[in-house]
């Protein structure tokens, strides 16, 4: 995997933390992770034609994230209300923003087979546009490595959408509380 290009999909969105905003959403993180590392890396994302949408933009050309992918429409570019609450965050995510509406159309698919490996989590395939897109990359690209950060977010999943992404998944990452939601949601088991 020495010289293979990733290609990161899903939410790229603004947290807003005690009055001030931090750029981020895990996909883009992941992929501007791997510019630091060494790697060249992309985002399939959608932001909104509004002022966060263009600072969106320019904070991913800082960060060296290929722009080949990012779509641009008329929903508000991705927003999240994050709360501290005993040191531990909680988060208002803003539902029907612009990573909701990746559109298929606008991804060019000769381009995907380019990429080695694909990164791609849970919060982006919640509405069926931005799901639709997630599968026809699928079905189109070619990857060697395929990364499923399962990242779960309240009112932000299904079971379906769960079950598909593991069956396209090489590595799947997900923490102790995420063990415990899926071992219910799936097999119908406790985990202690």
């Not at 509004?50 to 800082?62: F, N, P, T, Y």
């Not at 690209?141 to 977010?153: P, Q």
Request: hydrophobic content about 40%.
């Amino acid at each position: 995997m020495e010289n293979t290009k990733v290609l990161a999909f899903g939410e790229v969105l603004w947290d807003f933390i005690e009055g001030y905003k931090h750029f981020g959403g895990a996909p883009v993180n992941f992929a501007a992770h791997m510019v630091q590392c060494g790697r060249e890396a992309s985002i399939v994302t959608a932001v909104g034609t509004d002022k966060l949408g263009d600072q969106a933009v320019e904070e991913m050309i800082k960060l060296g994230v290929g722009q080949d992918f990012v779509q641009r429409n008329s929903h508000l570019t991705g927003r999240v209300m994050v709360f501290l609450e005993e040191g531990q965050p909680t988060y208002r995510i803003r539902n029907d923003v612009a990573y909701d509406y990746i559109e298929q159309s606008g991804i060019n698919t000769a381009k995907l087979n380019e990429y080695g490996a694909f990164y791609f989590g849970t919060l982006a395939q919640r509405h069926p546009v931005s799901k639709a897109a997630m599968d026809f990359i699928m079905a189109r690209g070619s990857f060697n490595t395929i990364f499923y950060d399962v990242n779960l977010r309240r009112d932000a999943y299904t079971k379906e959408v769960i079950e598909s992404s593991f069956g396209y998944c090489t590595i799947a990452k997900m923490n102790d509380e995420e063990v415990r939601v899926l071992s219910s949601l799936l097999y119908e088991a406790e985990m202690s």
